[in-house]
């Protein structure tokens, strides 16, 4: 039984390796890896794997029946194995575990028996697909990113119903320590609200997209509240959030993890993805954000929740209302009083100033004939003084 599954192993492989001949052998990063390598068996196998690409690093090496590791180069250490079980009958198939983008290249498997020396080569291309795409959106800006990419990934933004959109800025790639890729971009959110916008982050090897659907809105009449959410049967992870970057629950496959500071107002979450919320207030308005990542997408639903006729608020803005409305009217009241009392004080001083203003001009008419009279009576006076002195001097 052991010999025919080892015969189905070796077949498998030798079906893969005549299929990646002429074609590049694909490795995801920091998964594993065959390298497949066949030759004639024989006695006293001699096995080298040489990385070319790096300058023929030693990769794995195996002679008098086991390993020989010592001229191995670093990089590969603890991550290289062969099919020990299997070289007598001709594999010298290389296991490669937690693959690199170093890893990337031409490999040469060099074997050697008493029949004679023998060679292959394999291409290796290593990729690292997009595996989230994640839409993050403050005020009216949305910013698209992901990362952990490679090789070097594309970025493009669509909405739904089509339309002119255009990037805020360039799209900004850059490169980490460990040769992979992150790749970001930002949108300015147009004023029609019925736009679907959605992100697109494209590999040689495949693409991945987020899509935000337009914003809804719902009036809550009670204390109580539920949202519905995308429902699929492929989850990987559902994230809610309130006003975009408070958290309020996470959800994966196995678990859910509910923030403190919402514990005492969420309900229930289904699996379908809707949330209830209790205790809702006017403190609670706003918008609230489920963010559904399953195996192909990433989809972002936003409804904007509204209290609606809470009797205490009601109360409270009524009592609010009439005070200042008491307080206006107190306020028009005096301004009018004093404008009334410093109107009439103006209309009193008016009337006061005219009759002097009067009897002024009437005192200044009389005064000619009252200082005509006196002139005479000087006169007159000065006449008879006059006489008086004549008639004493003849008498004597």
């Given at each position: 039984?052991?010999?025919?599954?080892?015969?189905?192993?070796?077949?498998?492989?030798?079906?893969?390796?005549?299929?990646?001949?002429?074609?590049?052998?694909?490795?995801?990063?920091?998964?594993?890896?065959?390298?497949?390598?066949?030759?004639?068996?024989?006695?006293?196998?001699?096995?080298?794997?040489?990385?070319?690409?790096?300058?023929?690093?030693?990769?794995?090496?195996?002679?008098?029946?086991?390993?020989?590791?010592?001229?191995?180069?670093?990089?590969?250490?603890?991550?290289?194995?062969?099919?020990?079980?299997?070289?007598?009958?001709?594999?010298?198939?290389?296991?490669l575990r937690e693959v690199k983008v170093q890893d990337e290249g031409r490999y040469r498997c060099y074997t050697s028996t008493m029949r004679?020396?023998?060679?292959?080569?394999?291409?290796?291309?290593?990729?690292?697909?997009?595996?989230?795409?994640?839409?993050?959106?403050?005020?009216?800006?949305?910013?698209?990113?992901?990362?952990?990419?490679?090789?070097?990934?594309?970025?493009?933004?669509?909405?739904?119903?089509?339309?002119?959109?255009?990037?805020?800025?360039?799209?900004?790639?850059?490169?980490?320590?460990?040769?992979?890729?992150?790749?970001?971009?930002?949108?300015?959110?147009?004023?029609?609200?019925?736009?679907?916008?959605?992100?697109?982050?494209?590999?040689?090897?495949?693409?991945?997209?987020?899509?935000?659907?337009?914003?809804?809105?719902?009036?809550?009449?009670?204390?109580?509240?539920?949202?519905?959410?995308?429902?699929?049967?492929?989850?990987?992870?559902?994230?809610?959030?309130?006003?975009?970057?408070?958290?309020?629950?996470?959800?994966?496959?196995?678990?859910?993890?509910?923030?403190?500071?919402?514990?005492?107002?969420?309900?229930?979450?289904?699996?379908?993805?809707?949330?209830?919320?209790?205790?809702?207030?006017?403190?609670?308005?706003?918008?609230?954000?489920?963010?559904?990542?399953?195996?192909?997408?990433?989809?972002?639903?936003?409804?904007?929740?509204?209290?609606?006729g809470d009797p205490e608020k009601i109360k409270e803005r009524n009592i609010i209302g009439a005070v200042v409305g008491v307080l206006v009217?107190?306020?028009?009241?005096?301004?009018?009083?004093?404008?009334?009392?410093?109107?009439?004080?103006?209309?009193?001083?008016?009337?006061?100033?005219?009759?002097?203003?009067?009897?002024?001009?009437?005192?200044?008419?009389?005064?000619?004939?009252?200082?005509?009279?006196?002139?005479?009576?000087?006169?007159?006076?000065?006449?008879?003084?006059?006489?008086?002195?004549?008639?004493?001097?003849?008498?004597?």
């Open positions: 039984m052991t010999l025919v599954k080892v015969s189905l192993v070796w077949g498998t492989l030798n079906l893969l390796w005549s299929f990646s001949r002429g074609a590049p052998l694909v490795c995801v990063i920091t998964k594993s890896c065959i390298l497949p390598c066949s030759f004639s068996s024989g006695s006293d196998p001699v096995l080298h794997w040489i990385h070319m690409t790096a300058g023929d690093r030693p990769v794995h090496s195996f002679y008098h029946n086991q390993d020989q590791l010592a001229y191995q180069n670093q990089n590969y250490r603890g991550r290289t194995s062969l099919f020990k079980d299997q070289i007598s009958r001709g594999n010298a198939s290389l296991q004679g020396n023998q060679e292959a080569f394999v291409e290796l291309r290593v990729i690292a697909p997009v595996d989230e795409v994640d839409l993050h959106q403050v005020k009216n800006t949305l910013t698209c990113s992901s990362g952990g990419i490679y090789p070097e990934p594309e970025l493009t933004w669509s909405t739904s119903p089509p339309s002119d959109v255009a990037p805020k800025d360039k799209v900004s790639v850059q490169q980490t320590d460990q040769l992979l890729y992150k790749i970001s971009s930002s949108l300015i959110l147009a004023n029609n609200t019925d736009l679907n916008y959605i992100c697109t982050i494209s590999t040689p090897s495949g693409s991945r997209k987020a899509t935000m659907l337009k914003q809804n809105s719902m009036d809550v009449t009670g204390n109580e509240v539920t949202i519905l959410c995308v429902d699929s049967n492929t989850l990987k992870r559902l994230t809610w959030r309130f006003n975009q970057d408070q958290v309020i629950l996470t959800r994966t496959r196995t678990e859910v993890s509910v923030s403190e500071e919402w514990r005492q107002l969420v309900k229930d979450e289904s699996k379908s993805g809707s949330l209830t919320l209790k205790d809702f207030s006017y403190d609670h308005d706003g918008i609230y954000s489920c963010e559904w990542i399953d195996a192909e997408e990433t989809l972002i639903t936003n409804i904007f929740l509204r209290k609606q009217v107190v306020l028009v009241v005096l301004t009018s009083v004093f404008l009334y009392f410093k109107i009439s004080k103006v209309k009193k001083s008016n009337r006061k100033n005219k009759p002097e203003e009067s009897a002024g001009k009437l005192n200044s008419s009389e005064e000619t004939p009252q200082a005509a009279e006196s002139s005479r009576d000087e006169t007159t006076q000065h006449f008879n003084i006059k006489d008086e002195k004549e008639m004493d001097y003849e008498e004597e």
